[in-house]
T-cell receptor
Framework: NAGVTQTPKFQVLKTGQSMTLQCAQD?????MYWYRQDPGMGLRLIYY???????DKGEVPNGYNVSRLNKREFSLRLESAAPSQTSVYFC???????????FGPGTRLTVL | GDSVTQMEGPVTLSEEAFLTINCTYT??????LFWYVQYPGEGLQLLLK?????DKGSNKGFEATYRKETTSFHLEKGSVQVSDSAVYFC?????????????FGTGTRLKVLA
């Protein structure tokens, strides 16, 4: 039981490049989330998915898109990366109608 | 809107010292409250939670009590160890039609010296 997995662990991009961060969970959870973590700002919600086939914006969605590919997988895409998107990105999942989220190990992204 | 305020760090303590990390919140209704811990290079792990007023969450020697009258959820440990060095996040959860969204504090870094 791997829990929540994220790939890649590290990534360096140039301004304007695109990439997709992958997240998968094997706990049969309904809800999935993407956060970014910046120094002094805690974690901020980018997008979330209450269930397969649905996605909603969080606090800081600009510059990102998401896809809930199936119940297990929830990807985050940066279409045209900017230096302001340099951050650590965390994926999380949560069983339906419970409030404890389980986090992945994170992806450290640097945009030059 | 909802918010969580944590004491700023870093907090540096000697091994076996008493730890308090303050957390206060602003929210309507009765959210659940959480403490998560992040060890270096890792993701967040749930440390403890409390779901209603006067509940005490506890785990690994850490405790926090949900105080509605003071809107607080302070984290305490009687005797810290070097292995407790990490970043601690206070959070509240908000129900959005059966899906729970978190509001996090900014995190408090704890360093314990041997």
């Amino acid at each position: 039981n791997a829990g929540v997995t994220q790939t890649p662990k590290f990534q360096v991009l140039k301004t304007g490049q695109s990439m997709t961060l992958q997240c998968a969970q094997d706990m049969n959870h309904n809800s999935m989330y993407w956060y970014r973590q910046d120094p002094g700002m805690g974690l901020r919600l980018i997008y979330y998915s209450a269930s397969e086939g649905t996605t909603d914006k969080g606090e800081v969605p600009n510059g990102y898109n998401v896809s809930r590919l199936n119940k297990r997988e929830f990807s985050l895409r940066l279409e045209s990366a900017a230096p302001s998107q340099t951050s650590v990105y965390f994926c999380a999942s949560c069983p339906y109608y419970t409030d404890t989220q389980y986090f992945g190990p994170g992806t450290r992204l640097t945009v030059l | 809107g909802d918010s969580v305020t944590q004491m700023e760090g870093p907090v540096t303590l000697s091994e076996e010292a008493f730890l308090t990390i303050n957390c206060t919140y602003t929210a309507t209704g009765y959210p659940s409250l959480f403490w998560y811990v992040q060890y270096p290079g890792e993701g967040l792990q749930l440390l403890l939670k409390a779901t209603k007023a006067d509940d005490k969450g506890s785990n690994k020697g850490f405790e926090a009590t949900y105080r509605k009258e003071t809107t607080s959820f302070h984290l305490e440990k009687g005797s810290v160890q070097v292995s407790d060095s990490a970043v601690y996040f206070c959070a509240l959860s908000r129900d959005t039609s059966g899906t729970y969204k978190y509001i996090f504090g900014t995190g408090t870094r704890l360093k314990v010296l041997a």
